[in-house]
């Protein structure tokens, strides 16, 4: 009987899939047409996406320059608080026009992640209107130096238009300088003031851009940086035979007229105003907490930074966590290495041996870069294990440029063009190589470069199948996350193979734990200057110098910080979700394919993302 019984299951289930009910058919069918549905719908939003980006881009010429367009060529941003409520309005036009031609439910899970980013970005820009004033405008890196910076290292010149764009460029300077200038102004009388020592620092870098030809004309001034940038620009020309010696000395002589004339003059008044308003500021470095409305500005950057809505005293807890933690695997390192003593004492011992730092010297220097290239070169071998978008750019190790070069700061990365003409740069600031520990240097390639932000951000620029935005999109917390993430992955890999490396790596975690703390400790919990700096002392083995620089970045530049951490935390807890979800099923080429394939996505929208894939593979198992 329990034969029979098999038997007739096996044939009605036979018959069953023979002849399917009318029931079935219908229900493929509806499936098919919704399906079918969703596509037509997800194409449409995206060609209209992409006519919106092209709209957004015309408001930033600067950025069609660094995506390697040459449209606009002539023109610089408009920075004023008339251009933003512009940008704001079109904002606003463009997501409510969204929700009135598109049907949210006909789009394909693609297409509502590109509909939620959309209108996310509206989000972020209607949250940061009421600070508006609280940024510090010329501050540390400000436009003082990044517009010099932007002309010299993004403004390709390929021919003579290229260089009479250049030479618009260079005036519309003043314009651009006058226009932050009355914001930097509006902030200070509403009483929001950087610290004192920022102002000095943005005297010392427009010093740095201005002194030379042709700002200084005596005969023993070298050329400036910007100077030099131009007249090797001209030359190539001239080599090239695009234009003749006359025409580049007629280039040359204008550019020398407005250099001289309007730029030294817009530059002298910000100077003005620097040394008049720094009489006003606090000699003693303060958070945001003294600035009028600063805890809802912090709590503001918190949510910006980390897109994630934990509160200061939940990310100070966090960190103070992580600190304790990762001491316990450097004690076991410490042990590992025979080193006698506590691990303060080998704090020490890494911040002063003189065997974790190359000489003060040019060849110093260049060791240094060649040894990131090598560490470069052996991970990019084991890429195809672990992924399978792999990138097409190329990636640079450099030295940031003199004038734009401070001692101690962070090393950093700025993206190629998606064409790829330009390829990916990991800078790094080398005036003081006291601040460049060897046993950090793994740790900080991998982050810099591959599998960190060049990887990641090359990836995302060179999608295809989704709006252009989204190969544009940026946050915070999940591209440094990603960065952070990426050391961390590289020892899975195989690196960091010399446990002082590996030590260096930990140093690398340890850094952005002690950020958690220092951050929400100097904004919300009023921790003065030296408090944090003494935290971070006690508490690594970073170098003095470069843990000074660090401090003051933070406090000019609130909540930043904190989205490393915090966002590592998250992709390590999406994958270890995977990873318990899917069991032996679970593979980490797919699962990294997966957080880098829709580019960097504010971390809720990338944890609904990989809940749907683990979701689709477990479907596909039943």
């Known amino acids: 009987m329990r034969v029979f019984l098999f038997s007739l299951i096996l044939m009605l289930a036979a018959c069953s899939e023979q002849e399917p009910t009318q029931e079935s058919v219908a229900n493929a ?56 409520d512009e940008q704001l309005a079109w904002r606003r036009q463009s997501v ?65 238009s290229d260089i009479e764009a250049y030479l618009s460029r260079l005036g519309e300077l003043d314009r651009v300088f006058g226009e932050l200038l009355d914001r930097a102004r509006s902030a200070s009388s509403s009483g929001i003031r950087q610290p004192a020592f920022a102002y000095d620092f943005a005297m010392t870098e427009i010093d740095r851009v201005t002194s030379g030809v042709p700002f200084n004309t005596n005969d023993s001034s070298p050329n400036s940086p910007i100077w030099t940038d131009i007249q090797g620009k001209i030359e190539a020309l001239v080599a090239s035979d695009l234009i003749s010696s006359d025409q580049a000395q007629e280039y040359i002589a204008q550019a020398q007229e407005i250099l001289a004339g309007e730029v030294m003059s817009s530059y002298q008044e910000i100077l003005d105003w620097l040394e008049q308003d720094k009489a006003f500021a606090s000699e ?59 691990l303060q004492d080998f704090f020490v011992f890494m911040r002063e041996d003189e065997r974790f730092y190359f000489p003060n010297t040019d060849e110093g220097r ?73 046993f950090q240097l793994e740790d900080v390639a991998y982050h810099e470069g591959s599998p960190g932000h060049h990887m990641q951000i090359s990836i995302q620029q060179e999608l295809t199948g ?28 195989g690196a960091f193979e010399d446990p002082y490396s590996d030590f260096g790596r930990l140093s690398g975690e340890l850094w952005r734990a002690i950020r958690l703390v220092v951050d929400t400790g100097i904004h919300a919990q009023q921790w003065d200057e030296e408090c944090a700096v003494q935290y971070f002392i006690d508490n690594s083995a970073q170098a003095e110098g470069a843990i000074r620089s660090e401090i003051q970045r933070y406090i000019t530049g609130p909540g930043q910080a904190t989205a490393y951490k915090i966002g590592m935390m998250k992709f390590q807890e999406l994958r270890v979700n995977a990873e318990s979800a899917l069991g032996n099923n679970f593979d980490i080429r797919t699962f990294h394919d997966v957080v880098l394939g829709a580019g960097a996505l504010p971390l809720p929208l990338l944890e609904s993302r990989v809940d749907r894939w683990i979701e689709e593979v477990q479907s596909g198992l039943n």
């Open 96 to 160: 409510a026009a969204m929700i009135a031609d598109f049907d949210y439910a006909l789009l394909n899970e693609d297409g509502q992640l590109s509909y939620d980013m959309w209108s996310y970005s509206l989000d972020r820009a209607e949250a940061a209107v009421p600070f508006r004033a609280h940024d510090y405008i010329f501050g540390r890196g400000g436009p003082h130096a990044s517009l010099p910076n932007f002309l010299i290292n993004y403004h390709r010149v390929d021919d003579a």
């Open 366 to 438: 260049q060791d240094y870069l060649d040894l990131n290239n090598d560490y470069l070169d052996a991970i990019t071998l084991k890429l195809p294990d672990y992924f399978g978008r792999l990138p097409k750019a190329q990636l640079e190790v450099r030295r940031v440029e003199s004038f734009r070069e401070q001692a101690g700061a962070a090393q950093h990365y700025a993206s190629g063009t998606p064409d790829g003409s330009r390829p990916g740069v990991f800078y790094s600031h080398m005036s003081d190589m006291s601040t460049l520990p060897i």
């Open 29 to 84: 069918d509806a499936t098919e047409i919704q399906s079918d549905t969703a596509i037509t719908e997800t194409a449409r939003l995206n060609d209209w996406f992409d006519e919106q980006y092209a709209q957004q881009l015309d408001f930033s010429p600067q950025t069609k320059t660094r995506l390697g367009d040459k449209s606009d060529y002539y023109s610089l941003n408009d920075y004023s608080v008339a251009g933003s």
């Open 284 to 342: 003693t470095s303060q958070g945001v907490w003294a600035l009028p409305d600063g805890e809802n500005y912090y709590n503001y950057r918190l949510a910006q930074m980390t897109t994630l809505a934990f509160t200061a005293d939940e990310i100070h807890e966090i960190g103070l966590a992580e600190v304790e933690r990762l001491h316990r695997s450097m004690e076991e390192i410490k042990d590992a290495v025979n080193f006698e003593g506590s």
């Open 466 to 493: 989704v709006p252009r935005f989204r190969t544009q999109y940026r946050t915070t917390a999940y591209t440094e996350g990603w960065g952070l993430y990426a050391e961390w992955l590289a020892k899975e890999m």
